[in-house]
């Protein structure tokens, strides 16, 4: 499953020349899938927020958010295609939208789009001092990509492989302490499973052994899973860490390169359950191995780790160590939406026969894309997912 959501700069206003509320559905495309009018459209076009330049206050500006498409198994070879058959009506689209200077929306892509409700009336607002992202240098065309993705949980550490290069670490990119966490959380991982399920040495003849592939594919699991909740405790307690000390507050959503979607306990009940016990057994050397060796070695500076540390968004507080004690021990279910604000989560699912983790890349490659950046980030995730795949259903 992959699907994307692309802002833009562009400035919009309703009928009464006011800021419109963020996510506010505005219109959807009439292409539908499947054809002939049925099921979701592929995309919808909603509102976000954006602060104008030199502490001018906040304006409402445009985002599309596509629906999710199969690209493993069968829908490998549908569904690269349609992903990309999309990004080409959104940017028909958001064509029209910079051509329209002062019009309203429901007039400016008639063809493409049905104007819902709250669009009703709404207009564009290009003169009101913002900041255009697009054609400026290293922008691209502005676009402001998420990309949503569902990967095998057997083969989340193979996605993660292909996941950290496209995500380099050096000076001048965007968001590099999460960068930074992202390759920290490989050799985290790596460490952690040596304890419980070693680097496979046998010879290729003795591979075949049912119980040396079942160690195999135990410890591919553990990496990957390991990986995934190493990026969302780290995040927590350098969000935590940075609010403690003073610091100008990043937003925690941007502490880490991939943010699960799933609660980690959803995620940890459908591991292999030898690889729930060892993590059960083992919750508090691990939290240790994590908070103590791994947290402290940041990327400029030493973060601590507050295990008492709060975030309090919906009725139920939420402790740095409780959420970590969950992420290991699977035994309280901790929605993602509490600790990191404002998502849609989504379960684990079984497409293809495989179990599917969904989460959110945050960033890769450049903050601002090309159209063409886009379309070689769609072609490569399909890719990595779909050898993700393979590899956890070999």
């Given at each position: 499953?992959?699907?994307?959501?692309?802002?833009?700069?562009?400035?919009?206003?309703?009928?009464?020349?006011?800021?419109?509320?963020?996510?506010?559905?505005?219109?959807?495309?009439?292409?539908?899938?499947?054809?002939?009018?049925?099921?979701?459209?592929?995309?919808?076009?909603?509102?976000?927020?954006?602060?104008?330049?030199?502490g001018g206050g906040k304006y409402s500006n445009l985002e599309f958010v596509t629906k999710p498409w199969s690209v493993v198994g069968d829908g490998h070879t549908s569904g690269p295609a349609a992903l990309l058959d999309t990004l080409q009506q959104i940017r028909t689209v958001r064509d029209a939208f910079y051509r329209a200077g002062s019009g309203t929306l429901n007039g400016s892509a008639d063809a493409l789009l049905t104007t819902l409700p709250a669009g009703n009336g709404a207009r564009f607002s290009p003169k009101n001092g913002y900041h255009e992202h697009a054609g400026t240098p290293g922008n691209g065309d502005g676009l402001f990509v998420h990309y949503s993705v569902g990967v095998p949980l057997s083969g989340m550490a193979t996605f993660f492989d292909r996941l950290r290069p496209a995500a380099p670490l050096r000076e001048g990119v965007y968001l590099p302490d999460a960068r930074h966490r992202l390759h920290q959380a490989h050799i985290f991982a790596e460490k952690a499973a040596e304890l419980f399920v070693p680097r496979d040495t046998a010879n290729p003849a003795e591979r075949k052994d049912p119980a040396l592939s079942a160690q195999a594919r135990r410890r591919r699991e553990v990496i990957g899973y390991l990986q995934l909740l190493f990026m969302q405790v780290t995040a927590f307690a350098d969000h935590a860490d940075e609010v403690e000390n003073g610091e100008a507050d990043s937003g925690i959503k941007?502490?880490?390169?991939?943010?699960?979607?799933?609660?980690?306990?959803?995620?940890?009940?459908?591991?292999?359950?030898m690889v729930q016990t060892y993590l059960l057994n083992n919750h508090e050397e691990l939290t240790d191995l994590l908070a103590e060796k791994y947290h402290d070695e940041g990327r400029e500076n030493r973060r601590k780790f507050y295990d008492t540390a709060v975030r309090d968004i919906d009725t139920d507080p939420i402790v740095l160590l409780d959420y970590t004690t969950a992420a290991f021990t699977g035994n309280?279910?901790?929605?993602?939406?509490?600790?990191?604000?404002?998502?849609?989560?989504?379960?684990?699912?079984?497409?293809?026969?495989?179990?599917?983790?969904?989460?959110?890349?945050?960033?890769?490659?450049?903050?601002?894309k090309s159209w063409a950046e886009m379309e070689t980030d769609l072609k490569d995730l399909c890719d990595w997912v779909q050898s993700s795949y393979e590899l956890g259903m070999a």
């Open positions: 499953m992959i699907g994307y959501e692309i802002e833009v700069s562009l400035p919009i206003i309703d009928a009464a020349g006011k800021e419109i509320p963020g996510d506010t559905k505005l219109a959807e495309s009439t292409t539908r899938q499947p054809a002939g009018g049925a099921g979701k459209p592929l995309f919808r076009v909603v509102s976000d927020s954006r602060s104008l330049p030199g941007n502490r880490t390169v991939v943010l699960s979607r799933a609660p980690l306990a959803e995620v940890h009940r459908h591991l292999d359950p309280r279910i901790i929605p993602q939406q509490s600790v990191f604000g404002g998502m849609r989560q989504i379960s684990p699912h079984v497409e293809e026969e495989a179990v599917m983790v969904p989460f959110e890349i945050r960033t890769f490659g450049k903050a601002m």
